[in-house]
């Protein structure tokens, strides 16, 4: 199934005067039960485009569609709303908050989500936990866990609103092999399930996973034949 696509993607930004383009005429499909790398040179814009994917920036022309929807006729809450439902971000530096246990971390988007009451929120919360290998550190602090540790709370945290976009941005840039594997696969399996998987990602191991692999390159993107 079809949940996002772009057409005819332009971004650009003003610096002294002079137009910086960072994205030229892209055009994009991402599908459910799939995962996506992004793969390219460093300040290339694999960020911004899963910035403008995620509805936290906008394209300076073309358009942005998820599940059918413009995202350019929608007001600022309208796209909180859209977020808060539909996508989950994974991110390089977790984001964890320290005076909050693992479980209370990965509760906090559900407060804000109306169809959570308490009884659900903890049922989610213990699910999820569960599903990361992490029951036995439910109580634990974030600076008690190791960063693959902290990494499985980040991506729980993420799914905590049943979300069908995943978007993480270089999610194994802190960790070690072992656990850049270990996130690899968690990703993995979430598309098999369903979800629609978006990773950026310098690690050429992410090829291992992903179903499709894209190469950012002077503002365009490429399939990556060789895949």
């Known amino acids: 199934m079809e949940k996002i696509k772009i057409i005819n993607g332009n971004k650009e930004y003003k610096k002294n005067n002079?137009?910086?383009?960072?994205l030229?005429?892209?055009?994009?499909?991402?599908?459910?039960?799939v995962f996506y790398a992004i793969l390219g040179e460093s300040g290339i814009g694999k960020t911004t485009l899963l910035n403008?994917?995620?509805t936290l920036d906008n394209l300076t022309d073309?358009?942005?569609?998820i599940d059918n929807i413009d995202i350019s006729t929608l007001k600022d809450d309208e796209k909180a709303h859209l977020r808060m439902e539909k996508i989950g971000f994974?991110?390089?530096?977790f984001y964890l908050n320290p005076y909050m246990t693992l479980e209370e971390n990965i509760m906090q988007p559900m407060f804000i989500n109306e169809k959570y009451n308490k009884k659900?929120?903890?049922d989610k919360t213990n699910e999820l936990i569960e599903l990361m290998g992490l029951s036995h550190r439910k109580k634990h602090f974030?600076?008690?866990?190791?960063?693959g540790e902290q990494q499985r709370v980040a991506i729980a945290r993420a799914l905590a609103n049943e979300p069908?976009?995943?978007?993480?941005?270089?999610?194994t840039g802190n960790l070690n092999k072992e656990n850049e594997i270990k996130i690899f696969e968690i990703l993995k399996d979430l598309s098999k399930n369903g979800k629609c998987v978006i990773t950026v990602s310098h690690s050429d191991r992410v090829k291992d996973f992903a179903d499709v692999i894209f190469k950012f390159k002077e503002g365009n993107i490429e399939i990556d034949e060789n895949k």
């Open 142 to 147: 974030p600076k008690e866990l190791s960063g």
């Open 18 to 22: 002079e137009k910086i383009k960072i």
């Open 90 to 93: 994974i991110f390089q530096d």
């Open 120 to 122: 659900m929120i903890l």
């Open 24 to 33: 030229e005429n892209i055009n994009l499909n991402f599908n459910s039960n």
């Open 62 to 65: 073309g358009k942005l569609f």
């Open 164 to 171: 069908d976009i995943i978007l993480a941005d270089e999610p």
């Open 52 to 54: 403008i994917i995620g």
